[in-house]
């Protein structure tokens, strides 16, 4: 019984909210936009985030009129990191929902496995993950699209701050996740363009506790840099080990070293750390005129101010994603082909949280290597080098 | 010969964890016959519930101490009277090994409930800079980490040689109706043994968390190193437990060190099945031992 009062008593506070709330907006049709996050499983540290962020958006969008006067619906749905359960997720939100467009999902594993759904559908999926196979090759990839940046995009501008500072032999030690494969095959495939020859390759698994033995080994082969590659507690452990062994070469390590969480557990030892991230992390340091920087200071704030956590830069990637596709519906409606064409070919120097979008027939996610600034730790903060 | 030091201290830093790991689950089979899976969550109760009183609470380095092993005692002295003791009288050793993965499960889900996914750590033990040992860099808190482990083994023998109450868990270790016949009360040695095994977790995982950092679901991983160090020490031997643990560490830190770090666990496991292929009740069982044993 109290539960059908309170759910009784919610509605009438939901009628209520629509009567009172501006007027005109939601008397028009809603349009439907899917998502497919990992909210659980093993990749939830990106789903959680991504959701959140969704949530956030729709109501304020909602709060300032909807689109055009239309209120905006999306409909999340949990692939629970499974690729079986994002295409289900698909299948449900192009069926039974009739969405115009979906976002994510958060992985590549589960992006790859809906290519062939959403082309079928001739839907615009707008992925949340970072593998080049998900936007190439392009001419397959019609209704594919994603906001994160490319893997080489952050080993390039690794390689070419190296360059710069005169280092030609590096050791690389990589986890043995899909990320840590990726960016392994990244590191080892640009290093002849670059004139960079790996002089060790080691891994270690994403439960080890100890990498000293292999940096023993990079120091030991003669390597002037390191690069780990690595997300989650491995990436502090290697930094810890980096520091006791005194290694007296820099340590630079991935785009996925960008979170305060990681200079809290390393402390002391993560000083002079050099890393590739978006400019997420370090948009207070940016200068005012730069053009992310309102949409940076305005996303983590509120993002901060409402959930009490970072959204880090995957939070970003959906909030790239999802607004392209508002913007096109603002200035299409809702059509599926004109959604497309317009983020195809409109969405030129686009200012979103991951950089400067410039998408084009050729290239399906629009990002290139200025989407990271080289990042220095110094004093428990970033530092942008230049 | 720097190279080859600095191999061998990795090794044994990994390998101390192992060791007690593997100690814990010798001490529960050999007063019960089973093979408690959840041993490894122990390790994370320590290092979590250690950070929760020292960071989280802001309290004294020893009370911390003191209250993470209690907590730790707690939990395993639950463990054993809500779910094992029920079963025991049945008999059924499949079914308690199956319930000791449950009990790991429920562990993992309610820290990750209320610890979330992100690693934790705190500084270690003593500040300062790491020692250098004919060349190889060896941070205080390995020392730390070996010191407490030879310290525990030390103890532990101490303790199951010297006292009434370890002998009487010998005793049951040997033949439990005979100990029951001589008055032994074998139910209380049933739960003092899961208490002791969750507290040597608890201690690896204090100590080793400063410097590999713990999070919710590190203890299934550690559950498998620590339960091959056992079997391949020989199970219910403590010594057995101890070399195995050290054998392992140090393979793999030398596996990762001399051939390829990409080969280290496949290397250090085909080695732990050579061993015992050679000597099926591991280096220091007896096989005549392992013929009477169930499991």
Excluded at chain 1, 174 to 202: C, H, Q, W, Y
Excluded at chain 1, 348 to 375: Q, R, Y
Excluded at chain 2, 165 to 187: E, P
Aim: aromatic share 10%.
């Amino acid at each position: 019984m109290r539960k059908i009062g309170r759910l009784l008593l919610f509605l009438l506070i939901f009628t209520a909210l629509i009567f009172f709330s501006s007027t005109n907006s939601f008397c028009k049709e809603p349009y439907n936009i899917g998502a497919i996050f990992s909210v659980t499983g093993p990749a939830s540290f990106l789903g959680e985030p991504e959701k959140n962020t969704v949530l956030m958006l729709v109501e304020q969008i909602n709060k300032a009129g909807g689109i055009n006067g239309h209120p905006l619906k999306v409909i999340i749905e949990d692939s629970k990191s499974d690729e079986t359960q994002a295409v289900l997720a698909a299948k449900k939100l192009l069926e039974k929902d009739k969405v115009l467009a979906i976002i994510g999902p958060s992985t590549t594993g589960e992006s790859m496995a809906l290519v062939p759904i959403m082309t079928q559908a001739q839907t615009l999926l707008i992925s949340a993950a970072a593998g080049a196979n998900i936007t190439q090759p392009v001419k397959e990839r019609y209704w594919i699209f994603k906001t994160a940046q490319y893997d080489t995009s952050a080993v390039e501008a690794i390689y070419t701050y190296m360059k710069k500072q005169g280092i030609n032999k590096v050791g690389i030690i990589t986890i043995t996740t899909g990320f840590g494969d990726a960016g392994r095959k990244a590191l080892i495939e640009m290093a002849p363009k670059f004139g960079i020859s790996i002089v060790a390759d080691e891994r270690y698994g994403p439960k080890d506790t100890d990498m000293t033995t292999q940096l023993v080994k990079i120091k030991s082969a003669g390597a002037q840099a390191v690069i780990n590659w690595s997300v989650g507690p491995g990436q502090v452990i290697v930094t810890k080990n980096w520091h006791a062994l005194k290694m007296g070469i820099p340590l630079y390590q991935s785009h996925g070293w960008g979170s305060k969480k990681n200079l809290e557990l390393a402390g002391k030892a993560a000083e002079g750390v050099i890393a590739p991230l978006g400019r997420l992390v370090v948009w207070e340091k940016l200068p005012d005129k730069h053009p992310q920087k309102p949409i940076l200071k305005k996303y983590v704030t509120e993002y901060e101010a409402r959930y009490k956590s970072e959204p880090g830069t995957f939070g970003g990637h959906a909030y790239d994603a999802l607004m392209m596709v508002v913007e096109a519906l603002k200035n299409v409606g809702p059509d599926k082909k004109k959604i497309r064409d317009y983020i195809e070919t409109k969405i030129k120097k686009w200012p979103g949280t991951g950089g400067i979008f410039n998408m084009s027939p050729n290239d399906h996610c629009g990002l290139d290597m200025t989407a990271f600034e080289m990042v220095i730790v110094k004093n428990g903060d970033w530092e942008i080098l230049k | 010969m720097t190279l080859l030091l600095q191999f061998l201290f990795s090794g044994l830093t990994t390998g101390s964890v192992y060791a007690l790991v593997g100690i814990g689950f010798n001490i529960v089979y050999n007063s019960t016959s089973i093979i408690n899976l959840a041993q490894g969550e122990f390790v994370v109760i320590g290092g979590l519930m250690m950070w929760f009183f020292l960071e989280g609470m802001q309290l004294p380095f020893t009370v911390s101490l003191s209250l993470t092993l209690l907590t730790a005692a707690l939990i395993g002295l639950l463990m054993e009277r809500l779910t094992i003791k029920p079963l025991l009288k049945k008999g059924d050793l499949l079914l308690m090994i199956m319930v000791t993965i449950a009990i790991s499960i429920l562990i993992r889900g309610i820290l990750m409930f209320k610890f979330g996914k992100d690693p934790y750590t705190y500084p270690p033990f003593t500040e300062g800079e790491p020692i250098n040992f004919y060349g190889a860099i060896i941070t205080q808190q390995t020392l730390w980490v070996i010191g407490i482990t030879a310290v525990c083994i030390v103890l532990l023998y101490l303790f199951f040689n010297k006292t009434m109450i370890g002998r009487a868990m010998k005793a049951c270790s040997l033949d439990v109706r005979a100990a029951r016949l001589m008055g032994i009360n074998v139910s209380n040695i049933v739960m003092l043994s899961f208490i002791i095994s969750a507290v040597i977790g608890a201690i690896g995982g204090i100590a080793i968390t400063p410097i590999s950092l713990m999070e919710y679901d590190k203890g299934a991983m550690l559950s498998v190193k620590g339960f091959c160090a056992a079997i391949m020490g020989g199970l219910g031997r403590s010594r057995g437990a101890v070399a195995g643990g050290f054998t392992l560490g140090i393979l793999e830190s030398l596996t990762a060190g001399y051939i390829h770090s990409g080969f280290k666990d496949a290397v250090a496991l085909l080695i732990m099945l050579f061993i015992l292929f050679v000597r099926p009740a591991g280096m220091f069982g007896k096989a005549e031992i392992l013929k009477l044993r169930k499991f």
